[in-house]
């Protein structure tokens, strides 16, 4: 089939996708709109990521804000329109968004706000952002998507503990691969998914990997804890256009690895459609 941008390898996942599954984390980043970048990123499009999901299967789709277009949320808002009720979006928004900001990102369909804040060079956020920002947003019903190091994880976690809305981590937690559920990060992420507090997203096996593809060892070492521990917290996602990455992965092996992370297949059907039905509000 053809080529899907920013992705490598052309054929399909050996294990097929249900139906409305959903990609949890995505993004598109397009130069036709408003941002500081001088760099013009190609083949990053939402047209573009219709390809991506012809390739894996996937119909239900959450795009999440990109440090491209900062705190303009014209892109993506462009992006939910086109997929409409298929589609969720969360969103990046300093301490001055007003309460009416709010309220039309609510009516365009995002559905919380991520705080990337692992590399202080390059965030957008910050971590004293996190707690008077969800306070916020908890009476609208979003969450805070954490995109956190295992160590800031832990050094946070009375902060973490005190926020009023629910928590998704991700990239599992970015805990470090050499220790991976070993690290205490895990343990205070289960405690919150414990007491319903806390989602993750089983996504970026190249972010927590020193051993590599296609395998992802350490990586799927991580993924398996947390199925063995909260399948019905986990929901899946892509990473595309995988911007971190200057030699792009092969989407389908990494569509594939969630049967080798879960291999049983109505787990797998919980963490694709129905756990984030419930965590997105897709009908």
């Not at 899907?4 to 995505?26: I, L, Y």
């Not at 939402?46 to 390739?55: I, K, L, M």
């Not at 999440?64 to 928004?93: M, P, S, W």
């Not at 009375?158 to 220790?179: K, N, S, T």
Request: hydrophobic share 40%.
């Amino acid at each position: 089939m053809t080529q899907v941008p920013n992705s490598s390898g052309t054929a399909r996942p050996k294990t097929a996708a249900p139906a409305e599954a959903c990609d949890s984390h995505c993004h598109v980043l397009d130069p036709r709109f408003p941002t500081p970048e001088l760099e013009r990123p190609a083949g990053m499009t939402a047209a573009d990521y219709r390809q991506f999901q012809s390739r894996i299967g996937t119909s239900r789709v959450v795009f999440v804000q990109a440090k491209y277009h900062r705190t303009d949320h014209a892109c993506l808002l462009n992006a939910l329109e086109r997929f409409g009720e298929n589609a969720r979006g969360i969103g990046v928004c300093g301490l001055d968004v007003t309460d009416g900001e709010l309220k039309r990102l609510d009516s365009a369909g995002i559905r919380g706000l991520r705080f990337s804040v692992w590399n202080p060079k390059d965030t957008v956020t910050t971590i004293d952002m996190i707690e008077p920002l969800a306070r916020r947003i908890a009476d609208i019903g979003w969450h805070v998507q954490l995109h956190m190091s295992g160590d800031q994880i832990v050094d946070t976690a009375a902060m973490l503990g005190r926020l009023p809305c629910p928590i998704v981590f991700d990239h599992m937690g970015r805990l470090p691969p050499q220790q991976g559920p070993d690290h205490p990060a895990f343990r205070v992420i289960l405690d919150l998914v414990d007491k319903g507090r806390a989602w993750v997203k089983l996504a970026g096996a190249y972010l927590n990997t020193t051993q590599g593809p296609p395998a992802y060892a350490d990586a799927t070492r991580t993924a398996r804890a947390f199925v063995a521990n909260a399948p019905e917290r986990l929901v899946w996602g892509s990473d595309w256009p995988h911007v971190t990455e200057k030699h792009k992965p092969d989407d389908a092996q990494l569509f594939d690895l969630l049967a080798v992370w879960a291999d049983d297949g109505e787990i797998r059907s919980r963490i694709l459609v129905d756990n984030p039905a419930k965590l997105y509000g897709f009908e």
